[in-house]
């Protein structure tokens, strides 16, 4: 069964520092989000990502923060300069063209900030 | 007014109990409900997705939405161990792709 995958499985990184994180979506599916979960904390939605370019975004998804597509398969999320509080897990999901859109997501990516 | 409510429990039954998790929600743009399970430090998995008002069930879940009340539920029949988990209701207005979760009921079926 195809699946979203998701790299590293744990991330991490320096206050300050620029952090990548990568999936890989399942194959014939055209959008792309990212969600992140602080521990304890309710799924909450970052962005969406359709036709090589963001089609929704969330007041958390501000200028510290930007995807891409750099190829055919891979999604990233790139941070610019983490902070304390970007520690959580992220979520890469992907979905088909269609009515229902249902999402499917990767593992997730924790990312820890020290 | 949170957007979506759902008790964080813990719920704890005995194995082949029926269990009922609830959702309410504020916005009545919200036209597509779907329930998600998340094993511990896992990604959320797909249960159900429904749209209509009434009843959608798969196996031994079965999804119930009403929408003049606000309100959704997951029921699962003869539960099991391998269902202690936590569970996720999320919700999409009719428009967008953003999905909006409740922040999960923890669910443990003991043996």
């Known amino acids: 069964e195809p699946e979203v995958t998701q790299t590293p499985s744990h991330q991490v990184t320096q206050m300050g520092q620029e952090v990548i994180l990568r999936c890989v979506p399942i194959?014939?599916?055209?959008?792309f989000y990212w969600y992140r979960q602080i521990l304890g904390q309710k799924v909450e939605f970052l962005v969406s990502?359709?036709?090589?370019?963001?089609?929704?975004k969330s007041e958390i998804f501000d200028d510290q923060f930007s995807v891409e597509r750099p190829d055919g398969s891979n999604f990233t999320l790139k941070i610019r300069s983490t902070k304390l509080e970007d520690s959580a897990m992220y979520f890469c999901?992907?979905?088909?063209?269609?009515?229902?859109?249902?999402?499917?997501f990767g593992p997730g990516t924790r990312l820890t900030v020290l | 007014q949170k957007e979506v409510e759902q008790d964080p429990g813990p719920l704890s039954v005995p194995e082949g109990a029926i269990v009922s998790l609830n959702c309410t929600y504020s916005?009545?743009?919200?036209?597509?409900f779907m329930w998600y399970r998340q094993y511990s430090r896992k990604g959320p998995e797909l249960l159900m997705y429904?749209?209509?008002?009434g009843n959608k069930e798969d196996g031994r879940f079965t999804a119930q939405v009403d929408k003049s009340s606000k309100y959704i539920s997951l029921f699962i029949r003869d539960s099991q161990p391998s269902d202690s988990a936590t569970y996720l209701c999320?919700?999409?207005?009719?428009?967008?792709?953003?999905?909006?979760f409740g922040t999960g009921t923890q669910l443990k079926v003991e043996l």
């Open positions: 999901a992907s979905s088909q063209a269609s009515a229902y859109n249902e999402q499917f």
């Open positions: 194959s014939n599916h055209l959008y």
């Open positions: 990502f359709y036709n090589n370019e963001i089609s929704e």
């Open positions: 916005n009545s743009a919200f036209q597509y």
């Open positions: 429904t749209y209509s008002s």
């Open positions: 999320a919700m999409r207005m009719g428009g967008g792709n953003k999905l909006t």
